[in-house]
């Protein structure tokens, strides 16, 4: 019998467990996954330390090992991002409606969980921990699968949160963690319909197309973020200057970073020249249209290909519109619908934006790294879905249910 084989099975009789679990029990186990990971903080930075070690030898980009690094403030989140998720309503069980047809019917209609969660993800060890705290507080098993790069502190995580859960009488098999890494193994997880009844990739571009092309169990697409921050001509520019500094550099490694800058042409020659030496100072490269380049000799000239990309690093596109439809527009053609900007202090340019940019978070005078499961208050995220069937933008407890209807009568039968 694989590794698949085994995991699956072991998430599937660990599934029937956690359908039924109490709130008051899985809370429970949460907080001793919160403990455990806290009181073993230095023993985690001690395995992620050879984790990212590996990864400088082989050349990892910074913004790649960023995202594999844990410090003792990140597993300190992780660890109160647990108890986060103890605290938070449990969905499970909760009524969507409730109707009495005319033939005394009583239809009851309710979240119960999904089941068994692939969560196929890349360096980022918090995911470990976020998804197994999101799927067992809203009654599901999970099955993880993380990259090579960050094998080591993932076995770490998971066997410190089984531990956890064995203590506190759960199966082991709520958090499984696939230890084979090949490739081979990771589109055998997508295809794992006996056990898996949803999957959701984490990463970037290249993983999600895999899982968009190869899977066969139904998949929840969390997209790449080509993120972009619109300037509108009525824009409050000291106020714009912040948020795109704030969009671009808070952390340019994560997805709701901002990518692309877009200037409306009344207000570039006025904006553009300190907006630009402001990011030249944050250490941000910039590639840029003809009147970018001609306002900063040093930005190169961005390819048809820029206007695509999901950086991921201290870069960005700029590009000066000449209205708030070409924006839109732009926005429309190029972005992941993920997250998109305007700052304007105009209501009707707001409204617009609002409505017709396709987007799953769409922000005016805010920046686009509010993104985030625990900034909209969902303790924690599975991840940002930019799909629109079942789920849209940050995926927390609700989006981790489906619904089941319960029918109540006294011997009804249909004619």
């Not at 033939?103 to 060890?125: A, F, M, Q």
């Not at 520019?237 to 901002?258: F, G, Q, W």
């Not at 999901?310 to 000449?322: H, P, T």
């Amino acid at each position: 019998m694989n590794e698949l084989e085994i995991k699956g099975q072991m998430a599937k009789s660990a599934s029937a467990f956690l359908a039924v679990a109490s709130e008051a029990d899985k809370n429970r186990a949460l907080l001793a996954m919160a403990d455990a990971i806290y009181d073993n903080t230095d023993y985690i930075i001690k395995i992620n330390g050879g984790d990212i070690a590996a990864a400088k030898e082989i050349g990892l980009a910074e913004g790649f090992i960023d995202r594999l690094t844990l410090t003792k403030q990140r597993i300190g989140a992780i660890s109160n991002g647990i108890r986060q998720v103890a605290e938070l309503p449990d969905p499970v069980g909760t009524y969507v409606s409730r109707t009495k047809r005319p033939n005394g019917l009583e239809i009851d209609k309710v979240r119960v969980p999904l089941g068994v969660i692939g969560i196929i993800y890349e360096s980022r060890p918090n995911v470990t921990a976020d998804a197994a705290a999101l799927c067992l507080k809203s009654g599901n098993a999970v099955i993880l699968r993380g990259g090579k790069e960050s094998i080591g502190t993932n076995l770490a995580l998971v066997g410190i949160m089984q531990e956890a859960l064995i203590k506190e009488g759960f199966p082991k098999g709520c958090i499984n963690l696939v230890e084979d890494t090949s490739r081979e193994t990771a589109t055998a997880l997508m295809r794992l319909n006996k056990y898996l009844d949803v999957i959701i990739p984490r990463g970037g571009a290249g993983l999600i197309r895999s899982v968009v092309e190869n899977a066969t169990v139904p998949a929840i697409e969390t997209g790449t973020g080509n993120c972009h921050v619109f300037v509108d001509k009525y824009a409050d520019l000291s106020m714009a200057r912040d948020i795109v500094i704030n969009a671009k550099t808070s952390r340019p490694s994560v997805c709701n970073a901002e990518e692309k800058l877009l200037v409306h042409c009344d207000i570039a020659e006025r904006f553009l020249p300190a907006m630009l030496k402001s990011l030249h100072e944050y250490g941000v490269t910039v590639v840029g249209d003809q009147t970018v380049c001609g306002l900063d000799p040093e930005a190169a000239p961005a390819a048809e290909e820029d206007w695509y990309t999901e950086y991921l690093d201290l870069k960005i596109g700029i590009k000066v519109v000449d209205s708030i439809e070409d924006a839109i527009a732009h926005i429309n053609k190029y972005g992941t619908r993920h997250s998109e900007a305007i700052v304007t202090e105009n209501i009707p340019n707001s409204t617009k934006f609002l409505k017709e940019v396709d987007a799953a978070a769409v922000y005016v005078n805010a920046s686009t790294r509010f993104t985030d499961g625990f900034e909209f208050g969902f303790g924690a995220e599975i991840g940002i879905s930019t799909q629109k069937i079942h789920a849209r933008g940050p995926m927390g407890l609700t989006e981790l249910t489906t619904t089941k209807y319960l029918i109540h009568g006294n011997g009804q039968i249909r004619e």
